[in-house]
């Protein structure tokens, strides 16, 4: 059962009532965690409206610091997430990184990492993959730039090889961040398969592209870090 003001506060047509609500539902992470876990379909859920129907960025901000609270726990309890909720808080994730703000970039960034501790990798992967089919280019672009964080975090076998080659075919993309994290993703990939990544991206980029991938790979960990410093 469900606390009736916790429930009015949920349900409340006033953002302060949601974020109360937020902040209930973390208490309850530490304190009930159990009633957390009978309930997280309808929290799932309830959050997909929230985020998905809203641009209100202080909900955001609540919305994700509870989201990468409670992927730690979940992971602190070995409890790992069925299909049927990560299909609906998946897509309302992946939507969200069209925000410009950088704390909350960062934050989206460790809730996926933290996404694919909870469920397989490869198939938050896979969502991100989805996120290329926005129709937000940020969105796009930051599907991307989370996939690098994902590949660096649980290898490159996240991937397929098509979706590899897909990636490589965009270093030739019209859009320079586009093209630039695509490129940052096949560094993480080449970290892992050296060599290999070539024989598999060789007939998909140019010569020069090829080479200045290959350059690149070199001091891609040092020029990533930096990225994500500055």
Known sequence: NVNPELFANMFSFEPKKHIEAIRTLKRALAMEFQGTIDILDLIIKWFFVRLWYNANEALLKES????????????????????????????????????????????????????????????????????????????????????????????????????????????????????????NLLCAVGQYKGEELFAIISSDASPQDLEALHNKIKNFNIQYQKMWEN
């Open 64 to 183: 994700l610091d509870y989201m990468y609270a409670l992927f730690n726990n979940l992971e602190a309890a070995k409890y790992y997430m069925i299909d049927f909720e990560a299909e609906i808080l998946a897509p309302c994730l992946v939507e969200k990184l069209w925000t410009d703000n950088v704390q909350l970039k960062i934050l989206l960034h460790k809730i996926f990492c933290k996404f694919g501790n909870v469920y397989p990798s490869q198939k938050v992967a896979h969502h991100l993959l989805l996120g290329m089919n926005s129709t937000n280019q940020r969105t796009r672009i930051g599907s991307i730039e989370v996939l690098v964080d994902l590949v660096r975090a649980f290898g490159p076998d996240i991937i397929s090889q098509k979706d590899i080659k897909l990636f490589a075919k965009l270093l030739n993309y019209h859009d320079k961040d586009v093209r630039e994290s695509s490129s």
